[in-house]
């Protein structure tokens, strides 16, 4: 898991009750802390789930990725997607609330992209939210923003 907003001790104290194996800062990305489980036959999303109970919206959590390469990604929450043509304020908007999300920013140097958040950021999962995206006509492709951390060879 990836958690912003919230001190390594304040969230180790807060989810102590959990089977955690550890939880670090990013060096990389000070603002993110990774929450390792102990138990690596737990359900991911159970776990996301009730971390974000005990965490409630004093942080962003979400599940850390890894790249083709290995490298581990730590998504901020925030979709980004590019849409077969230019669309409208009004549009993004009205896409937005049939999808239970919000246009948070435009992209000033690709007016075909978009940036959007969840609205309910404590049930959302980021994956099932790109793949309703991926699914409409207008979107052509979405992905979640993330911070990296990249491995020298």
């Not at 990604?73 to 908007?93: A, H, K, M, Q």
């Not at 950021?121 to 990296?148: G, N, Q, T, Y």
Request: proline share 7%; hydrophobic share 35%; glycine share 4%.
């Amino acid at each position: 898991m990836s958690v912003t907003g919230l001190d390594p001790e304040v969230i180790a104290k807060r989810l102590e009750a959990l089977p955690i194996a550890g939880v670090t800062r990013v060096s990389e990305h000070p603002d993110v802390v990774v929450v390792e489980l102990e138990n690596e036959e737990t359900d991911p999303r159970a776990a996301l789930l009730e971390i974000r109970k005990l965490l409630k919206d004093e942080a962003q959590v979400e599940l850390a990725l890894e790249d083709d390469y290995g490298n581990e990604l730590y998504p901020t929450g925030t979709i980004n997607v590019r849409f077969s043509d230019t669309p409208s304020d009004e549009e993004l908007d009205a896409l937005g609330e049939e999808l239970g999300l919000k246009c948070v920013s435009r992209n000033e140097f690709q007016p075909k992209q978009a940036s959007f958040e969840p609205i309910d950021k404590m049930a959302a999962d980021l994956s099932s939210e790109i793949s309703r995206l991926e699914e409409r006509p207008e979107v052509r492709k979405a992905w979640p923003e993330v911070r990296a951390r990249y491995r020298r060879y």
